[in-house]
């Protein structure tokens, strides 16, 4: 018996996000979306494209929220596929005031598809990415529940991470530079902490609130420090001291209890 949610009765991933729940002031995005993608992408090129986020999980503040989309192309990503996507970003984020920014992602089919993607890249696509148009991979991909494995292979990297991170956090000047990193930062802490107890817990979310509250049940010791680093990811502009605290003190104990719980993320070619 699952304690979380998210699941059907089998205890598998539902799929998070839907085009009906797509509300009525991004639905004009959306569909801008789709007409720019056919425009610098053609059927030969792209597979299949996804929404993911807030927008398709019905949860998008206007003025705030981004928009996210994954596009899937039937070769790897050029640069000519890079810059077609940029522009795409830049055309979108200019036109609708609605969208704090675009980011589009660009993958290739056989990645997707890979083994070893199995259980993060392909995981990703079948349970948190919403169709938008082609045939959709997840008919292509197993159901997926919340163990370990799919722990360890998304997000059994943050001790990798941490040096890099580090790095931006002493290299970041500007308050727009922390602010941004601190976003970052705050983020990938807690859905990496989430994930940490998701096996226990037996369910899903997105919800970053929600998270940080599932993952206190277990570590209570740091469910101040989660809970930190959840507001921050909303509001990171708020707490201009917390990027520093969270590298040096959250950051490097989840880091460790990850690897002891569930082992470190196979490495990619």
């Not at 009906?20 to 597979?47: C, Y």
């Not at 996507?85 to 055309?91: I, L, P, S």
């Not at 082609?134 to 722990?151: E, F, N, Q």
């Not at 998270?211 to 909303?234: D, K, L, T």
Request: charged share 20%; aromatic share 8%.
């Amino acid at each position: 018996m699952t304690h979380g949610t998210g699941l059907d009765r089998d205890g598998c991933f539902l799929r998070e996000g839907s085009l009906d729940r797509v509300s009525a002031q991004f639905a004009p995005v959306v569909a801008e979306l789709g007409t720019r993608l056919g425009d610098h992408f053609g059927p030969g090129r792209l597979h299949s494209s996804y929404l993911y986020g807030s927008i398709p999980r019905g949860t998008a503040v206007p003025g705030t929220s981004d928009l996210d989309a994954l596009l899937a192309l039937r070769q790897e990503p050029t640069e000519a596929d890079r810059a077609a996507a940029r522009a795409v970003e830049d055309g979108l984020d200019a036109a609708f005031p609605q969208v704090n920014g675009v980011g589009i992602l660009l993958v290739g089919v056989d990645q997707v598809l890979s083994e070893p993607e199995r259980y993060d890249l392909a995981w990703f696509v079948a349970c948190l990415c919403t169709p938008l148009s082609g045939p959709d991979l997840a008919a292509r991909l197993p159901r997926y529940r919340p163990t370990s494995l799919l722990a360890r292979e998304t997000n059994g990297d943050l001790f990798r991470g941490l040096p890099g991170l580090r790095a931006k956090a002493a290299a970041a000047t500007t308050e727009a530079e922390r602010t941004r990193l601190t976003r970052g930062v705050a983020r990938r802490l807690v859905r990496t902490g989430f994930t940490l107890v998701m096996p226990r817990w037996g369910g899903w979310t997105s919800d970053l609130t929600e998270s940080a509250e599932v993952f206190g049940r277990y570590y209570p010791a740091h469910a101040g420090q989660m809970r930190a680093a959840a507001r921050a990811a909303r509001t990171p502009a708020a707490y201009p001291q917390l990027l520093d605290e969270l590298l040096s003190g959250l950051a490097p104990w989840l880091a460790d209890e990850y690897l002891a719980v569930h082992g470190a993320k196979a490495p990619r070619p």
